[in-house]
């Protein structure tokens, strides 16, 4: 199946990427809009998440609920979320309601409303988020492990703090909307049943005069801790391990998510037989890769009981230490079969190709087709990922635990 990635950057710095895919009858797209919680300031956390609720209220003519049954009776299914570096704003529909989904969007990050008489009710659903986080150990464990691994402030989360979501004032969105939802650094990704210069003509009228905003540097620090312990009154423990790892962008990435493939990702990783079935120490265990443009980190959880917590924690650690010693030819087959099975399912989803079209053009300044990147899967072998850990290890890790009682950090070569 012959697949072709068109883009276009327009003059104010907007940029569209799309994949056409004639065989399907939706369409889907995502917008990475550059304004991600790492701009919230230190007194106003949560900030970009708060701008981000508040933004679908209301655009144009439109008020709050005529703004959503205007995308409901297109049958747009959408979501929103923030991260580090964007607000991020995906929808599907049929591929004829394309054009009304993007004009409404269009207005939307173009005319907001931001009612003020709004902002109590998007306040309670950011502190319900809030208050979801504290009620989930497993999740809050992991976004305090992400903040404490990475440097200030691309560990920050996007929910905030409750004294923060307090203060945080209808001018405080209206400033932020202002600054950071531009053009210049946001990206389109389109990918369906569409018509490639019909939908850059579209666009163009939509957003091409669009005015551009300005740059906005990140001033990072660190402070290193290798351990900390959040105590939480619980018979269970949860265990959050992160060590860094190269970004999406470094020739080495795949090499990279191949190991942590080989560790996490089925029955059959090295991380559940291991820790799970053969020992039965938790009841739940994983390693993902995260990716920032200019890093990477390996975050790992488990999560157990609170007698079997420092077992748990040595054995985690020392799967991870003993991944550095290679792999085997059998653990990448398994590998290479569940990858190329997510990639077919690609071929079935606008919604997934609209995503990875905007991530790879953030992160690469191109997009790949499932062809190439299917090839470079067909690329790995044991020798180029044992030849990776060889030069990238696992070690320098950050522990952080959520439970009754602190653990004692396991010695590491």
Known sequence: MTQSIFSHTYANGLVLVAEPMSWLQSAAFTFLVPAGCVHDPADRGGLGGFTCEMALRGAGNRDSRQFILD??????????????????????????????????????????????????????????ELRAVEDEPAQKAMLELRRRHYPHPWGQPSQGDRRSLEATTIEDIRRFFQRYYCPN?????????????????RVEELFGDWPPGGDDNIDESHRVVPYDHITHDSQQTQI??????????HRDYFQA???????????????FLEVREKRGLCYSVY??????????????YAGTGADRAQETLEVTIGELTRLAKGIENAELDRLKSRIKSALIMQHESSTARSASLARDWYHLG??????????????????SINAYLAEHPPCDFT???????????PATE
């Open 240 to 249: 959050g391990i992160a060590y860094p790892s190269v970004p999406y962008r």
């Open 257 to 271: 998510w191949g190991a942590v493939g080989i560790l996490s990702g089925g029955m059959s990783a090295r991380l």
């Open 287 to 300: 390693a993902t890769h995260h990716t920032l443009y200019h890093r990477g980190a390996v975050f790992c």
């Open 71 to 128: 995308l409901d009776n297109l049958g747009v299914e959408r979501s929103e979320s923030v991260s580090s570096t964007h607000a991020g704003y995906s929808g599907a529909a049929l591929a004829e309601n394309l054009p009304k989904a993007l004009a409404i969007y269009a207005d939307m990050f173009r005319r907001p409303r931001l009612p003020e008489d709004q902002m109590e009710a998007g306040r309670l659903a950011m502190m319900q």
């Open 185 to 201: 650094g946001t990206i389109l990704g389109v990918a369906g049943n569409i018509d490639w210069e019909r939908l850059k003509d």
């Open 366 to 383: 191109y997009a790949r087709t499932l062809d190439q990147v299917g090839r470079l899967v067909d690329r790995l072998s044991g020798e």
């Open 399 to 409: 522990v952080l635990t959520l439970g009754p009682r602190p653990l004692k950090m």
